[in-house]
Structures are given as structure tokens and as C-alpha cells.
């Protein structure tokens, strides 16, 4: 079992929708959790952080942490065509940092 | 506040040649990390560091060498490129261990 996964996609979606996206991790040392953002020929800019279970919002972001279930999520409200770009999961703990593959989000006008 | 430089932007390679990958940044950060990224693939941990003079080994760490002489600079080496070493290579830094990594905008690199 790969230590992060996430479905690399990609994923369609007209604007406004929800975008929904979700990674699982194997490792229970990880204790932080991470979402990047990264558009195309650009290097990844942190987008949410979050250090414990349950939910952080950042205007029309929402992190989803379930370190129960090892998995996280980000939800994308009222997508915009500028969030159109690659989003990866990170991971941290023990002085470690893994990510996902990423997850190529496409917002059609 | 410039965060994150890397240079060049863009380079090809012959195989055989060599080549230093140039990163500094700005934010007094301690940490340091060099990655490549392969289409598909995620980001790969090669080198990274947690102080001057200290550098230790990534996930893939063959073919290339760091040194971190100062806070601010972390150069990686490519000694006798392979095209196996041809990616996208971004160099990032943090203040506290592995946690809220800030990025360079990449160094695109073609080894034929």
C-alpha cells in the first residue's frame, strides 16, 4: 500500500460547482496535512493547513481531516475558472513530508 | 520579500555534462529541500537540509549532491546527466521541519 494516495483525475467540472477531492494515507506518524495548489508551469503555493481532525475553512475552501479514517478531503465551493490547476495532497510528521501525485482540476465557464 | 529563486528557469543538457541548480531564499528558514516532479508522478524528495552545513539524503538522491553553505543558498548538483534526470526540479524551504513548505517556481530540465 502506497504511503499517499490520491486519484490523479482529471476532473471536469462547470462553474460553480463543488469540486470535491480526497487523499488517503497509510502512515500514522503523519500529523499534519496539507493542501497544495498548483497551476500549470508553476511550482506548488500552500493553499490550507491543518493539524487535527475536522473541518478548516478559508473563504471558498474547506479541509476535511479524518485521522481516524486516514483521510483527507478539500471541497471547492462555487468554482471559478482560476481554480483551474493541480491540487495536491501533503502529509507531515517524524520530519517527513509526502504527497499525493495530484489531482488535475479543470473548471469549465 | 522575494521568497523562493530558483535559476535558471530552463536549461538542456547533453549526456555527460554537469550542471549546479542555483536556490536562495529569503525568509531566514532553516529547512531546506530539493524535489523533482515527473508528469503523473508527485513530487520526490532528493536532498534536503535542516541548517548550514547539514544536508541528508531523500528518497532519490543518486546523481545528485548538495551543499548549504548558508542560511539562504542550497545549490544541487547534477554531475554526468543522464536522461533519466530529465524534470522539473523545484527547490522549496520551511521554518520549522516538514510543514508549510514554501516553493520556487521550478527549473525545467531536458538531458538529451
Known amino acids: 500500500q502506497k504511503e499517499v494516495e490520491q486519484d490523479p483525475g482529471p476532473l471536469s467540472v462547470p462553474e460553480g460547482a463543488i469540486v470535491s477531492l480526497n487523499c488517503t494515507y497509510s502512515?500514522?506518524?503523519?500529523?499534519?496535512f496539507m493542501w497544495y495548489r498548483q497551476y500549470s508551469r508553476k511550482g506548488p503555493e500552500l493553499l490550507m493547513y491543518?493539524?487535527?481532525?475536522g473541518n478548516k475553512e478559508d473563504g471558498r475552501f474547506t479541509a476535511q481531516v479524518d485521522k481516524s479514517s486516514k483521510y483527507i478531503s478539500l471541497f471547492i465551493r462555487d468554482s471559478q475558472p482560476s481554480d483551474s490547476a493541480t491540487y495536491l495532497c501533503a502529509m507531515g510528521g517524524n520530519n517527513r513530508l509526502a504527497f499525493g501525485k495530484g489531482n488535475q482540476v479543470v473548471v469549465i465557464p | 520579500n522575494a521568497g523562493v529563486t530558483q535559476t535558471p528557469k530552463f536549461r538542456i543538457l547533453k549526456i555527460g555534462q554537469s550542471m549546479t541548480l542555483q536556490c536562495t531564499q529569503d525568509?531566514?528558514?532553516?529547512?531546506m529541500y530539493w524535489y523533482r516532479q515527473d508528469p503523473g508522478m508527485g513530487l520526490k524528495l532528493i536532498y534536503y537540509?535542516?541548517?548550514?552545513?547539514?544536508?541528508d539524503k531523500g528518497e532519490v538522491p543518486n546523481g545528485y549532491n548538495v551543499s548549504r553553505s548558508t542560511t539562504e543558498d542550497f545549490p544541487l548538483r547534477l554531475e554526468l546527466a543522464a536522461p533519466s534526470q530529465t524534470s522539473v526540479y523545484f527547490c522549496a524551504s520551511s521554518y520549522q521541519g516538514y510543514n508549510e513548505q514554501f516553493f520556487g517556481p521550478g527549473t525545467r530540465l531536458t538531458v538529451l
Open positions: 525568509m531566514n528558514h532553516n529547512y
Open positions: 491543518t493539524y487535527s481532525s
Open positions: 502512515n500514522s506518524a503523519f500529523q499534519y
Open positions: 537540509s535542516v541548517g548550514a552545513g547539514i544536508t
